[in-house]
């Protein structure tokens, strides 16, 4: 077989700035303090620092800046005075996580031999009281010209990702039966998960009832299907394999990662409009290594919308297509100590939307032993998986061995 080229990277590092609703902080003051954090827990100094990568980077055209601004590149190397020899920032990708895959194939190439790559979000701040439509509304998009597959949405009252989640959420419902009741196990396992996480934003207890009762935002999808807007950073240490040995604590080995896309790049124009991009990430990443879903112990999996961690549950085969429903249903399966533990610091639905880099330490965290009161059972084996519609990108990491 061809080398697998990630596998010649590892994750060293780990660091997180404070997380919570309405920081009013700069998204450079939370990124350094996340980055920083990485750069010691890896017990590396600046100077070692040679590569930087984040998502979507620091140019981002009006449109979209008030909800995805994040410190760029050019900042971050400019405050920590860093001599690099690689840099990457960009938003069109395999999703977020993305920006690790540019990492592992820059250190596979020698373009560097550690990289700090981070997501940085400030939503929270940015929506204030309001909505946020609003913010969208203040970053421009509502005084815009409407154009490509927005012009179909729009027009039509239907600006939010909750309005096109909800259109495959209910075709998933109307072909295969799938039940409000059997979706709210993602976000009720979610909340159960986040009440030994003391970083979650919500930890009391969420019931069947009281998520049947919630507000509904989009139907099928109510109140606690969607994520929750928070501020906060997330950085990670990408390090050549060979210096994993020397990290402070048990480096997650990057031992294969899902970057294809397949199908047509669209909310609307997908072949199979139960599924999503995250199909062909998964099957790209399954053809990349010899385990199978049989191997992993833990997955973190997207879930900017509750029906989008299901859907990642079907596109990498721990369920058939269609029978998502009836995987997690009572949530058993789902749970800690079930067949497939998910999203075991509270997911974005309760920890917070960190943009799926949250999901990313957390599966760092289980393969090292330090989640604290919600840790596995010495899980060796994770799946991370970020995005939805259209875009998609996944990874499996392993404890010890790449």
Known sequence: MTEILERRSAITGLGQSAIGRNLERTNLDLTLEAVLAAIEDAGLARADIDGLATFPGGALN??????????GVRDVQDALRLELGWSHGGAEGPAPLGAVVAACLAIA???????VVWRTVTESSQQGSGSRAEVAHAAGL??????????????????SSANLLALYTQAHFDRYGTT???LAQIALTDRANAADNPRAVFREPLSLDEYLGARMISTPLCLFDCDLPVDGATAVVVSHVDAAPDARRPAAHVHAVGTAMRGRPSWDQFDDLTTMAARDAAAHL?????????????AQLYDGFSFLALAWLEALGFCEPGTGGEFVEGGKRIARDGDVPLNTCGGQLSAGRLHGFGLLHEACLQLRGDSGDRQLDAPQTAVVANGGGPVAGCMLLTRGTP
């Open 62 to 71: 009006a449109r979209d800046a008030g909800r995805y601004a994040s410190a």
């Open 109 to 115: 190439s020698g373009l560097a031999r550690h990289v």
């Open 142 to 159: 509502g005084n815009a010209r409407v154009d490509g597959y927005r012009q179909w949405s729009i027009p039509f009252g239907a600006g």
């Open 180 to 182: 409000r009741e059997q």
């Open 286 to 298: 399954w053809s990349r290594s010899d385990l199978t879903t049989a191997d992993v112990d833990l």
